[in-house]
Nanobody, 122 residues
């Protein structure tokens, strides 16, 4: 059974930083591409960032470029999302997901975590 568990969310002020973690089990983690998505209140889930199986290739949504960094530690079966210069509009539930394909489309990801809440106050 694949299990993805996010952690690291919380309530912060605008301009602060947070690092999200996603611990994976039940899958050959080092063979999977990983992504971070988010769902803000009243909005659809959207792509945030992705990283390929080796960690060499990354990709970001335009609204987080230069502020967020995705990384992974295959020895720890964990993917991270470092979020700097947070804005109130970053408030959302953040989800990690696993995919065999290289995509920013949520439908390409077959396994999802339960999400972690990030709230940014102004």
């Amino acid at each position: 059974q694949v299990l993805l568990v996010e952690s690291g969310g919380g309530l912060v002020q605008a301009g602060d930083s947070l690092r999200l973690s996603c611990a994976a089990s039940g899958l050959p983690f080092s063979l999977y591409n990983m992504g971070w998505f988010r769902r803000a209140p009243g909005k659809e889930r959207e792509f945030v960032a992705r990283i390929n199986w080796s960690g060499i290739n990354t990709d970001y949504a335009d609204f987080v470029k230069g502020r967020f960094t995705i990384s992974r530690d295959n020895a720890k079966n964990t993917v991270y999302l470092q979020m700097n210069s947070l804005k109130p509009e970053d408030t959302a539930i953040y989800y990690c997901a696993a995919a065999q394909s290289w995509s920013e489309i949520s439908g390409a990801y077959h396994s999802w975590g339960q999400g972690t809440q990030v709230t940014v106050s102004s």
